[in-house]
């Protein structure tokens, strides 16, 4: 079902003029009040993004045909009908049980929800700091292709939004354009090739100013440390004792395996410091 949206979530931010979260709401408020507290759900469907071009006020009286002009330009004011897919999330991720502490769905998970959409489909995702009005600010991400058009936000919504909606808080959501997922993705999705060597894990943490985005720093990670880097991954961010005010401390793994060989610590070690340089040279990143 198409659905139409006229509230907090129609936003001057771009392409989120419409939605498929208020579905999501009402059965998350359904659910809830019959006793589900744990929600994870999902949404599909086509919304409406209005253009400039609404209509034609040259309508013929009933009984006449309408010239082709009439109806070039009330064909141009139909308004454009993506694909998009929402993903809800509140509560715990799992029930209450002996020996285990339930844990609660938090921002995270919906980025999460977003990257494993670019993951099947074969599109590289950028994930950055953003902002929307319908989520709560600094808890924001902009998903965007690599060429930076922004397909989608995630993140934890705003606590106005949730009193306003009756949801409990905390509830994190995420919404993408799969129209634009599908236009980017490759013809053929090429799986990558199972290695028989083993790989070489390396930690760096990098302390960078707070306002610099952690994708960023990452994405030069990835481009400075080579052909040898399989994949590097966030895994701390902290802020507090032993860091300068207004800087923040990022923590990555970087994963090396040659297809060829096994790497030496040297080689490993190396690709690492390159790694490490271009960050130091884009952002002045300091190892801790």
Same mark, same amino acid.
């Given at each position: 079902q198409a659905l139409k949206l #006229?509230?907090?979530?129609?936003a001057e931010y771009g392409y989120l003029r419409t939605s498929v979260l208020p579905g999501l709401f009402e059965v998350a408020k359904r659910n809830m009040s019959r006793g589900f507290r744990d929600l994870a759900l999902f949404e599909s469907g086509t919304v409406f993004l209005p253009g400039d071009h609404l209509g034609?006020?040259?309508? +013929?009286?009933? %009984? @006449?045909? +309408?010239?082709?002009?009439?109806? *070039?330009?009330?064909?141009?004011?139909?308004?454009d009908q993506p694909l998009h897919v929402g993903v809800l999330l509140a509560g715990h991720e799992s029930a209450p049980g002996a020996g285990t502490t339930p844990r609660?769905? =938090?921002?995270? *998970? #919906?980025? *999460?929800?977003?990257?494993?959409?670019?993951?099947?489909? %074969? $599109?590289?995702?950028?994930?950055? &700091? %953003?902002? !929307? &009005?319908?989520? !709560? +600010?600094g808890r924001t991400a902009r998903i965007a292709l690599r060429s930076g058009e922004t397909v989608g936000y995630a993140g934890e919504l705003h606590p106005k939004l949730l009193a306003a909606r009756d949801m409990p808080a905390r509830t994190v959501a995420a919404e993408l354009d799969v129209d634009a997922?599908?236009? #980017?993705? +490759?013809? $053929?999705?090429?799986?990558r090739p199972i290695s028989s060597f083993?790989?070489?894990?390396q930690d760096v943490a990098l302390v960078v100013a707070e306002d610099v985005p952690a994708e960023q720093v990452r994405e030069a990670l990835r481009e400075g440390a080579g052909e040898l880097l399989? *994949?590097?991954?966030?895994? =701390?961010?902290? @802020?507090? @004792? %032993?860091?300068e005010p207004g800087s923040k401390s990022l923590a990555f793994a970087l994963r090396f395996r040659a297809p060829d060989r096994t790497l030496t610590a040297d080689e490993a070690s190396e690709a690492r410091a390159a790694a490490v340089a271009l960050a130091a040279e884009r952002f002045g990143a300091v190892q801790r």
């Open positions: #006229a509230n907090p979530l129609s034609t006020e040259s309508i +013929p009286p009933l %009984g @006449a045909k +309408p010239s082709d002009e009439v109806l *070039d330009e009330l064909y141009a004011g139909i308004p609660t769905w =938090d921002w995270a *998970d #919906a980025v *999460d929800f977003a990257r494993m959409m670019g993951d099947v489909l %074969g $599109v590289e995702l950028v994930v950055e &700091q %953003g902002t !929307h &009005q319908a989520f !709560h +600010p997922l599908f236009d #980017a993705a +490759p013809d $053929v999705i090429v799986a083993p790989i070489s894990t399989e *994949d590097v991954a966030l895994f =701390d961010v902290y @802020a507090g @004792a %032993g860091i």
